[in-house]
């Protein structure tokens, strides 16, 4: 039986054979595809990307989606992660006594989806955070954040810019959190570390790493998991 956010069954392994105008990363790359268990039922489920798995399996260890909640997903592109986002804060109002709010940004085009407010562009840039600010209507519960920046195959490297991408990342969610708030974003390698897992422990009760069974074995992707926003301490020192 299949254990929730997890294919099951198994399936003859297929094999690519490398074309003469196919480089050998982009065959290996189709016969992962090919085999992976995750984007067979992501197609069957009708899911945008093999993703959605991974934020059904870190929901289900640490719940924090629930009917009404307004969640912010940044980096949405193509949007596997709105849909099951969109399902579980009840965006669609199937339950029309909580009925969720959804705002997803990426520089990449998002296919219309019902249930979801999509915004196109910069989430970094002050007229894009106005904008998610004013499809809110308020504060949010949860900023999801699967932004990954493009790999250069030098290790350090694509550390120091998945880092740059979760601190930009907690920047917005420090102005988007309502106290008690949800922070969930990619990180890779050794996760979140130095100053930003001391600021991200500054600002939030609990601070956890979490790598989800959907996330490849081969991959070093994971993904902190931050709960119970204090509210940001520089603007309540202004006050």
């Given amino acids: 039986m299949a254990t929730r956010g997890r294919p099951d069954g198994h399936s003859l392994k297929v094999r690519v054979k490398t ?12 016969q992962r595809q090919l085999n992976d268990p995750y984007v067979a039922e ?5 899911y945008r990307s093999r993703a959605a ?8 260890k640490f719940h924090f989606f629930h009917p009404g909640a307004r969640v912010v997903d940044l980096g949405a592109a193509p949007g596997g992660w709105t849909q099951i986002a969109v399902e579980k804060i009840n965006a669609m109002g199937r339950d029309k006594d909580k009925q ?3 705002v997803a940004v990426d520089l990449q085009e998002v ?20 904008q998610i600010k004013d499809e809110l209507g308020g504060s949010a519960d949860i900023v999801l954040s699967d932004m990954a920046p493009s790999t250069t195959g030098h290790p350090p490297t694509d550390h120091l810019r ?22 969930v ?24 790493h979490f790598k989800p069974p959907a996330s490849r074995k081969e991959s070093a992707e994971t993904y902190v998991i931050a709960i119970g926003f ?5 603007e309540a020192s202004k006050d």
């Fill in 42 to 46: 992501a197609q069957q489920k009708g």
């Fill in 100 to 102: 969720g709010l959804l």
């Fill in 230 to 234: 204090r509210g940001d301490k520089d």
């Fill in 19 to 30: 074309a003469k105008r196919r480089k050998t990363s982009s065959t290996r790359w189709l």
């Fill in 162 to 183: 998945i880092v740059g991408l979760c601190e930009s990342a907690l920047d917005i969610a420090r102005e988007l959190l309502a106290p008690g708030g949800v922070f």
């Fill in 185 to 208: 974003a990619k990180v890779f390698q050794g996760g979140a570390q130095g100053e930003l897992l001391l600021a991200m422990k500054g600002l939030f009760k609990s601070v956890k």
């Fill in 53 to 60: 798995f991974k934020i059904l399996q870190i929901d289900d």
């Fill in 111 to 130: 296919d219309a989806m019902a249930g979801a407010v999509i915004l196109h562009g910069d989430a970094e840039t002050d007229e894009m955070l106005a």
